[in-house]
């Protein structure tokens, strides 16, 4: 029913920037909350933040809070996530997920996944 499509990964350095964006179709964008997760090779998949529309809250894990922003624009119906200084430990492929509740912090509330894109970060 939603479609989820990441762009916007890349290679970069320890300290450079990227900004992810996820184009959504099917369904309105404003009916879910979004969330972006993260998975490095070996490791298992995880959240990083969300973002609830109703309330335009905004939740981020501890590894992103201070550094990564996420954000939305209903009209283009796209999700983006704005990733600064960052780490090589930032690096994986990251997703975009959808959640037809409230909560979007885990794996199991997830309705859609993005086919993710990759992000590198070297030292």
């Known amino acids: 029913q939603v479609q989820l499509v990441e762009s916007g990964g890349g290679l970069v350095q320890a300290g450079g920037s990227l900004r992810l964006s996820c184009a959504a179709s099917g369904r309105s964008f404003s009916t879910y909350t979004m969330a972006w997760f993260r998975q490095a090779p070996g490791k298992e998949r995880e959240y990083v933040a969300a973002?609830?529309?109703?309330?335009?809250?905004?939740y981020y894990a501890n590894s992103a809070k201070g550094r990564f922003t996420i954000s939305g624009d209903n009209a283009k119906n796209t999700l983006y996530l704005q990733m600064n200084s960052l780490k090589p430990e930032d690096t994986a492929a990251y997703y975009c997920?959808?959640?037809?509740?409230?909560?979007?912090?885990?794996?199991?509330?997830?309705?859609?996944w993005g086919q993710g894109t990759q992000v590198t970060v070297s030292s």
């Open positions: 973002i609830r529309w109703s309330g335009a809250t905004t």
């Open positions: 997920a959808a959640c037809s509740g409230y909560i979007c912090f885990d794996r199991r509330s997830v309705a859609y």
